[in-house]
């Protein structure tokens, strides 16, 4: 599938250039490779090892809008997979949900991932929920772990603001996130930063970490009442973020494909453009492939 504007046809394709030259000038020859899927589902993979994230693998129209959010009279997801739901799965090694929500974790995926599967999740809380749901191979991501030769670490976030949580109804429906960075030798270290709004816990990683690639979730969700207000980054939080990493390349995911989303590819692409940031910022097709 392509992005049908001229700005994210041009947008996509300064970002293979991009890939292309950090592919030619890296230090490392195993294969680095992010695809996205759909939504806020993706797959990355060093080398030998497959990650498959925050699968939501339901059919279109599959579930109700998310009650109390921007469009919720729309059943989601709003569009189809790219591909089979089998063949996503196909190939993982690992599976991390960062979080419990249904466009994070759904049904589709509970039925259809091998029940023994290594799962690794935030807390305690959601491994039980894992757990309760037939799942063997659930493991709490602590500061950090090692599979298959990768390094996790465990990353802190927000899911909206001080504002949101300082509603209770809000605090527990929003509940805990975290992101993950990826690291292994001869690899560009990779920040999926998660549902969480622009924060202290973000810029700490940045510092720490200092990725490579950094996959944003960029939608720009938002709950009635709270207009203006979203529950995960948005256009201007990709120049925020680049502008606090500025040599790493950008890959925005998590639009037109949940009711609540308020920002589409087109929308950050075409920001992206008017910023001149389209050098440092991929916005991939459901079911794109970027190598690096």
Request: no cysteine.
């Amino acid at each position: 599938m392509l992005i049908k504007t001229i700005a994210s046809t041009l947008l996509l394709a300064s970002a293979a250039f991009v890939g292309s030259a950090f592919a030619e000038s890296g230090s490392g020859t195993l294969t680095q490779e992010i695809q996205h899927i759909r939504n806020a589902t993706i797959k990355v993979t060093y080398g030998e090892t497959t990650f498959l994230i925050d699968p939501m693998l339901a059919d279109k129209g599959t579930y109700p809008g998310f009650e109390n959010t921007y469009r919720s009279e729309l059943r989601n997801p709003l569009v189809e997979l790219p591909m089979a739901a089998e063949d996503v799965i196909e190939g993982t090694d690992a599976v991390i949900v960062t979080h419990t929500h249904l466009d994070h974790w759904d049904d589709a995926a509970q039925k259809l991932l091998p029940k023994d599967i290594p799962l690794f999740v935030q807390n305690a809380a959601d491994a039980e929920t894992l757990g309760s749901q037939g799942f063997t191979n659930v493991r709490i991501l602590g500061d950090s772990a090692e599979f298959g030769g990768v390094t996790l670490h465990k990353t802190g976030g927000q899911h909206g603001s001080d504002n949101l949580y300082a509603v209770p109804e809000l605090a527990k429906s929003l509940g805990e996130v975290m992101g993950v960075v990826f690291e292994a030798e001869g690899q560009r270290t990779t920040y999926v930063v998660g549902d969480t709004v622009w924060r202290d816990e973000v810029m700490q990683s940045l510092d720490r970490y200092r990725p490579d690639v950094i996959v944003l979730n960029t939608g720009a969700a938002e709950v009635n009442g709270f207009e203006g207000d979203p529950i995960i980054m948005g256009k201007e939080d990709t120049l925020r973020v680049h502008r606090a990493a500025p040599e790493a390349t950008i890959v925005a995911v998590h639009m037109d494909a949940v009711n609540h989303m308020t920002l589409s590819r087109e929308g950050l692409a075409d920001f992206v453009q008017s910023a001149g940031i389209e050098e440092h910022v991929l916005i991939p097709a459901d079911g794109e492939i970027i190598s690096f």
